[in-house]
């Protein structure tokens, strides 16, 4: 990743394109003042986004439940990621892929505009590439995380729905300070207040028992996209899958657990609070729905995350 | 409010002095990420500021109990008000207070640093004039806000402190969405979970009942420097004052009720849910409260209200 | 519908059949004093009973969990509602069906009873014709309704067993009254604490989703007779059936939505608190199974319902 | 109590006085379509009504909090409650005092009126004698009653607010039910879901702990205007004296307990759960506390109920 | 049972047999001090025992869960469990069958250790006769018991993992007592804070309804090894079986209910709060599963219990 | 502490006095069956019980509450304290005070009693030393101890009350197994489910505030007899004192805290979740606390810490 791709970088903001280093949001923007800005993050697979219909569906949703209107339809949006990637193409390593983020928020928050605008939406989407975030991740696909439950509990979906995709989410900033402690390949992964485990702070989480694969069900959880898929995959190798409420004692007593997320696709936790997962080793129903994602998509994110971290050694 | 004061304002900004309409945060900041900024807002009467220290102690405990260092002492968050303050000065004209934010959030996200930078928060401050915000809300001092129940309840403290005053609101959003149906002059007055009036989105909420002054415990509320200043003034002119829990059935049983808040310092609320509450107008205990921090900040916050109201109408 | 009709009605109460224009409970009747009444409702289709059986079988149950002893056989129970068709029989005209209504509470309070008699219920059926409950509902059936969630949620079975179906419900009145404010086609459709959606103030709801059909576990509802048939009906039809626990974001995303209720059979609704479900018009999956029903029944209910509308506009 | 007594007394129901055997209400009426009445029953003390203005005031805040309209003013009520009293006046004899309800509801039911006539309150008063419940009490007064938890918990008032004095009371029933087991002499005590001690079926709580008199804050429960006498009369007496949340832990540990209600006054309860409260016998404090009242309402209450219990004696 | 054979049993306890008599634990262990031990009770079919790698595999989850280590493996718990049975084998009656009990807690408190000896574990297994225990609960295989619902109600797993088998459990002891007083044959069946039927206090509980076979989901209840076993019969008899929600209005609904506890295996319930369950007497579906039950282990479990129901009157 | 002393002291156990190394609870002792033993832990000053009688009335609401019976009377609870302290004088250094224990369980479990005897309590009373316990904590007096909240909740007071003290707390020493990891001046806190701080695990915990005493009001705790000489001797100091509800934002925001318990009298707490409290070190209004409870009780509880922990260093 050299000093020049970065400064070449544009991002979509607000109806232009502007150099990535310059985009910066105004002080008085909805989104600061009252963190009601709605996003996705997808991901690259070959410089192809993946499943992209389907994260600004998501998109759409979260904006219908929280009363923003981007002023951009969703044919739009889909123009605005080819361009977005055609734009920076010469930007990114060939191999490197790249996390692509769609955020609308109100705009200006009323109070602050000076004339009497009507509402008027801010619009940003950027594509970052993965290597710093996938690379560091390298060891966790070799060792797998420990998957900590902090004090921090999730905010019932009926305070605060967890299906919206949302800009206010300290509580999940507060989970990963108090997981951090337990070491970096810690990871925060959420109790409700029934107890039950939801998600983690921007994943979801499976476990694995006597060969079926369970996941909570899509209440206090982001139904998540690669959650989908993996279920999906799950099916479709015969595996009973089951979308259940589960709590601590069950993933205590699971064979198998991992993460599904965006950038990083499937990590396997081999840890739970600190005591093994089973074996405590990375467990064979993982290699198998990773290689059936790998498969999926076209591109070995394991093997792709390896790579990177060689490149970030080299960068020092 | 002529354009050129406004060209002329400058803001602190990462330890620059920045003109306000350029002052921007990177997309890559954890305050847009996760929400995870904590501030606070005092105003100034006659261009000093109302309980700055307060505030500041405030702030530091919102950053404190967040795990956000400002790597900005209390001391020198004063110096800075000051300049602020001495910076701008000729941009406000002199019968126009304004709005005073502290903001920190702990900086661009890890993930998105380019270099291997430590921690390094975002801190900004800046001045806002009272003139809109202020003028607009006029008529409530005459006439009395409805304050309306969402949907919407608060999140318990024990899930996001509502102590902490931070950005990640978006369910402020929805309640102020949820009640602007309602009309221009209603505002949001939150319940929690056990059915307790809490606050405001932004404000507290006082209530009179036999002659006594009734305010949640500082539970699920930010517990308000004006709200302080009320509890405070009652004491002084001899009413019970109580902090305890409260019920919709009280609010609508009260004789008065009134919202506190640092921009409108008290604003009477005439009906709850849009039945009046005791007479419909507003109270004597309000008047008596009003006329006490009228004379205790030195300022006549309801004929400034008025003033600008008027400036406001000539610009058009 | 005409005077004489009306005049010529009978219900039996208390072991006698009275003109329903008398027909009174004494002010010292339990079901007065303590809400303590049991009932079921349910409507003939060409002057038969629906599912009479069913409707009776629940009244048992709702009695057996109430402590209410009726001192009438489920057979006897049958007998005279036949007997009260064809008592009343020529006071409805030949197209109009009605509802049927069965109502047994614990009698006069033991407090008021002046000799020492041992507890006597008081039984009470009635039928009342459908002509403006249904004709007013005609539009529904071309546009929808609006289901509002108001503030007011339902109380828990734990507490108040929605499963009983009682004359208790003030509640309901207060979700009724509150949601009225949101227009004429606005109905009640509430939420439980966990934020769950439940069921109408009398009735029961359904979503389609992808082809799926959702409606509530049968835990903090009626589980209603009508809904069952649905359910059965959707089975036969092929479509995937749920009973789950979903949330107004279910609702929000849903594809159509529509309620289950005696009188009206299915009432499509278009809008969720005020904003379209999917596209915001009656939908074919509703319209598939209100076919469905209207052939198990055998009366288009909603022909019905602008036939009686068209009367109801001749009265004036 | 004789016959021609009975026979001679009268209420007042929707504006005419009708005789009270003969007084019934609709099967269409709101009251028991949806158990929407609400009412408060105050008794009187020599013939004269206890503190009829705090009654009809509380009265008008549950048609409020309702949203019933009585269409009749507070005065109107006060001239009615007299009518009432002197039109029966020689239907009681002289040392026989009598309940006195106050009851409105919203009328028939809107789908039940056959005209489409605005809405028309019914409104229902009525003294009826205390013979029989006070007489039936005496015992209590001498040994004390049985205070029992049931299994069914008191409704949280922000589902059905027990402030509001309303028919929608099954559960009191439920509760009423449970507690009869344990025989004659137990009375239902109820807790909330946080297991705090709430109140009886129609009467309020209270415990004497070293001296000190405690009751329940006025959340959940009925603000009782006995509960309100007995406070003041507390207060006046020396003790200290707390409206707190309190738990079964603190009756088992009590040195006495009583519950208050319009009828009966104090009642002294020596038991809890079958387990006896302090010494297991009518405590001192509860005997200053029947004394103050006595001189404060000038009628021996407990002298009046065995009066009563001898007459009921005779009559057989 | 005669006197030579109680003398002459032996405990393993602590890593030596010790006569059964004379086992005690010290006042100091962490089981006394903290109720901090976990264990497993089996019972035995013609002197094997039942299921013992399930119930080991059990207490090795609960011990984990609660952070006890034993210092012994799963194999040494098998061989230490026949060597129970070699020596006591000439102990038992032929025909006496009996539970076998493994215990673990942490041994003696750390602060009452004089020495400073490292964490050491103690280990207790034992085998007790059925012959009490299951005699004296003959009767109810005729009969039926009577579930009671006490107001103790389950603590949730979040808060007291009841899927760990602990010796912390006073609370069912409160339950236990509470429903002591409805009768000898009164089995308490608990609730859990959000209404749904959970379990016995040391057993799981199923409902028959239209031939479906019910039992609560496995949350807030152990996960009985009996109650396995009788899920895995109901399927191979083809019954639907299903593990849910279930409420009071279910049990009070169905067709059938029944216990199921390792001594006693399956015991109908044939009354709810004292109220019939469906006719009232024994079912055919709890007959068909008793008797695959007895075809599965070998042993008539209800011709044995009256055997010993003999031999206890013998012994009277 | 030498060997022989240990050798020589006695314990009461069910009607003997025994030596304290043999002294053991029979394996079908309910104590150790169910958990359902309660307790009392009082502590010598210059060999003199604490607040005995405080204790014994403690533990006899204790047995009220749990429905123990010890078929000991209170002042044979004395008797046969002194004579336990008659019995061990000189097997204590002068200058080692004892902890003193009374626990009482139902004795042995009436399914493992051969004969059918009637129910026999287990009554056990002993001294301990507390040169261990007290000694390891000589420490915390001058540095205090870091006060630490797990993810362990209390368990609120309707499922188990915490002011009864029973040996059922296996979530207790979850608790300290999770805060154990945070090194050897930890000491758990917990939160219940309102996150109000409710105690520690086996302790009382105090805040101070602008010279203001709070500690938890007396719900979810153990109402300690420390914790109350505590709220006597501030309130004679002139201190405001409170009992209410607080939050982790109160501690973290407190100027001092301290934990109360019988053993260590008044310890310092000087970190929350490892971050200091105040200024981090021992505060005044603890030392003024301590103080005034060292001249209340007559002894130097820290020198004597201090002493202790010289002696255990002595013997290694």
Same mark, same amino acid.
């Given at each position: 990743?050299?000093?020049?791709?970065?400064?070449?970088?544009?991002?979509?903001?607000?109806?232009?394109?502007?150099?990535?280093?310059?985009?910066?949001?105004?002080?008085?923007?909805?989104?600061?003042?009252?963190?009601?800005?709605?996003?996705?993050?997808?991901?690259?697979?070959?410089?192809?986004?993946?499943?992209?219909?389907?994260?600004?569906?998501?998109?759409?949703?979260?904006?219908?439940?929280?009363?923003?209107?981007?002023?951009?339809?969703?044919?739009?949006?889909?123009?605005?990621?080819?361009?977005?990637?055609?734009?920076?193409?010469?930007?990114?390593?060939?191999?490197?892929?790249?996390?692509?983020?769609?955020?609308?928020?109100?705009?200006?928050?009323?109070?602050?505009?000076?004339?009497?605008?009507?509402?008027?939406?801010?619009?940003?989407?950027?594509?970052?590439?993965?290597?710093?975030?996938?690379?560091?991740?390298?060891?966790?696909?070799?060792?797998?995380?420990?998957?900590?439950?902090?004090?921090?509990?999730?905010?019932?979906?009926?305070?605060?729905?967890?299906?919206?995709?949302?800009?206010?989410?300290?509580?999940?900033?507060?989970?990963?300070?108090?997981?951090?402690?337990?070491?970096?390949?810690?990871?925060?992964?959420?109790?409700?207040?029934?107890?039950?485990?939801?998600?983690?702070?921007?994943?979801?989480?499976?476990?694995?028992?006597?060969?079926?694969?369970?996941?909570?069900?899509?209440?206090?959880?982001?139904?998540?996209?690669?959650?989908?898929?993996?279920?999906?995959?799950? *099916?479709?190798? $015969?595996? &009973?899958?089951? +979308?259940?409420?589960?709590? =601590?004692?069950?993933?205590?007593? %699971? @064979?198998?657990?991992?993460?599904?997320?965006?950038?990083?696709?499937?990590?396997?936790?081999? *840890?739970?609070? $600190?005591? &093994?997962?089973? +074996?405590?080793?990375?467990? =064979?129903?993982?290699?198998?729905? %990773? @290689?059936?994602?790998?498969?999926?998509?076209?591109?070995?994110?394991?093997?792709?995350?390896?790579?990177?971290? $060689?490149?970030?050694?080299?960068?020092?």
């Amino acid at each position: 990743m050299s000093a020049e791709h970065i400064a070449g970088r544009v991002v979509f903001l607000n109806g232009e394109w502007v150099p990535e280093r310059d985009a910066a949001i105004s002080i008085f923007d909805s989104s600061l003042i009252w963190g009601d800005a709605v996003f996705e993050t997808t991901r690259t697979f070959l410089h192809e986004p993946f499943r992209l219909k389907d994260h600004l569906s998501r998109l759409e949703a979260s904006m219908a439940a929280s009363g923003i209107h981007a002023g951009v339809s969703q044919d739009r949006f889909v123009e605005l990621t080819s361009e977005l990637i055609a734009r920076n193409r010469d930007q990114y390593e060939p191999d490197v892929d790249f996390s692509i983020v769609h955020q609308v928020s109100p705009g200006v928050d009323s109070r602050y505009r000076e004339e009497s605008v009507t509402e008027c939406a801010s619009v940003l989407i950027y594509g970052h590439p993965l290597t710093k975030m996938l690379g560091e991740a390298a060891p966790w696909f070799d060792y797998g995380v420990n998957a900590v439950v902090p004090r921090q509990r999730s905010i019932p979906s009926r305070l605060l729905d967890a299906k919206i995709k949302s800009r206010s989410r300290l509580h999940y900033q507060v989970a990963n300070h108090e997981v951090s402690l337990h070491g970096p390949d810690a990871r925060a992964i959420l109790q409700d207040e029934d107890g039950f485990i939801t998600e983690g702070t921007g994943s979801n989480f499976f476990i694995v028992r006597d060969g079926e694969l369970l996941t909570s069900e899509g209440r206090n959880v982001l139904r998540g996209v690669t959650r989908d898929t993996v279920l999906r995959l799950g *099916r479709e190798l $015969g595996m &009973p899958v089951h +979308e259940i409420n589960y709590e =601590p004692y069950d993933v205590a007593t %699971a @064979d198998e657990a991992f993460f599904t997320t965006t950038p990083y696709c499937l990590v396997p936790a081999t *840890r739970f609070n $600190g005591v &093994p997962i089973g +074996e405590g080793v990375v467990g =064979p129903i993982y290699r198998q729905l %990773a @290689d059936a994602f790998i498969e999926d998509v076209g591109v070995d994110f394991i093997a792709q995350a390896k790579t990177y971290a $060689g490149r970030l050694a080299e960068l020092g």
